[in-house]
């Protein structure tokens, strides 16, 4: 019987760089030499912290709506999402001469709301822990007659943020483990697309707050596990179920999933601000926690890091590193 084509290819990942170039953020590649000596490996960090929106979700929302048909595109676009992708999408729509309405947590941070609206968008809040979001986003889009691009579970979003890892790549070479947030999944998804098709060698480590890990229990369970709606600092990681387009590309890609703290996270935070000179989101830190913690089993001798992004108000960034109960 012939295997089926995966959703997402590299070389969709190919054609999403070159749609990308000149629209997204080339994003720097850092590395410290106290970050090596701590973990005892050769670290490399993909700093999407300076990413567009300050995040790589403008990878895959452009890398979408550019393929959008010209009459569905001039129609409006809508998403869902608790931040970052509601950034993205109304940057991409704004970019494309376009209008965006994004259904967003009534608890996601204020900062995002506000710079999500900065970009032209209309905002539409809902309550995360008694709504679905995925049935309001579509029935919002329906509604409206707009084209609905999801923060994760879509071809085209995936092939975009693999691209961040493509670029990694192609600046250090061959990496004998790549970490990588997981939330809904397209960021590892892609990423280990591009990862595994250039190195094939390469482990590719997927990490989650201990209170959502929804993606290790799925890849453990064989099927797509869902757990209650996570209550973590990880605003961005705080989903109950991986993308059902996502899980079987992870479950064919993905080699492990590491877990940690809300604390482990603080940690990294303050340790990427004060050593790398960088400010990360609590999501944008669970790679640099992971191996920071020791979550990493037996770390290789090269590492890459993705760190998805750095939106966080001064406010809550200073309570968070603040607390003596966190770190």
């Known amino acids: 019987m012939a295997t089926a084509a995966p959703p997402v290819t590299f070389a969709d990942v190919r054609e999403a760089a070159a749609r990308l170039q000149g629209i997204a953020h080339r994003t720097p590649v850092l590395t410290s030499r106290t970050l090596n000596a701590l973990v005892g490996a050769e670290v490399f960090i993909k700093a999407e912290n300076f990413q567009r929106i300050g995040a790589f979700k403008f990878r895959g929302a452009y890398n979408a709506a550019a393929q959008l048909p010209p009459d569905r595109l001039a129609r409006g676009i809508a998403a869902y999402s608790s931040g970052n992708h509601a950034q993205a999408v109304a940057l991409a729509a704004r970019e494309l001469g376009t209008t965006a309405v994004i259904l967003m947590p009534e608890d996601a941070p204020r900062s995002k709301r506000e710079a999500t609206a900065g970009y032209g968008a209309e905002v539409v809040t809902y309550d995360r822990y008694t709504e679905d979001r995925t049935a309001l986003g579509h029935a919002l889009a329906e509604d409206r007659g707009l084209a609905l691009i999801p923060p994760y579970d879509h071809p085209h979003v995936i092939a975009g943020q693999g691209t961040a890892a493509l670029e990694l790549l192609e600046e250090t070479g061959p990496l004998d483990a790549l970490l990588v947030p997981v939330g809904g999944g397209g960021l590892i998804a892609g990423s280990a697309t ?104 037996s770390p290789p001798r090269r590492i890459g890091v993705i760190a998805s992004g750095g939106n966080i108000d001064v406010d809550r960034f200073t309570a968070l590193t603040g607390r003596p109960d966190l770190g």
Do not use: C, W
Not at 198 to 217: C, N, Q, S, Y
Not at 235 to 255: C, H, K, S, W, Y
């Open 194 to 297: 591009a990862a595994k098709a250039l190195h094939p060698g390469t482990r590719v480590i997927g990490v989650e707050p201990e209170a959502g890990d929804d993606t290790k229990r799925s890849l453990e369970a064989g099927t797509r596990v869902t757990v209650p709606v996570p209550r973590t600092i990880a605003d961005g990681q705080a989903l109950a179920t991986p993308g059902e387009i996502t899980f079987p590309l992870n479950q064919r890609l993905v080699d492990a999933v590491a877990l940690v703290s809300d604390a482990e996270i603080v940690t990294a935070m303050r340790f990427a601000f004060e050593r790398l000179k960088i400010v990360l989101e609590p999501s944008g830190a669970t790679p640099l926690a992971a191996l920071l913690a020791g979550r990493v089993d």
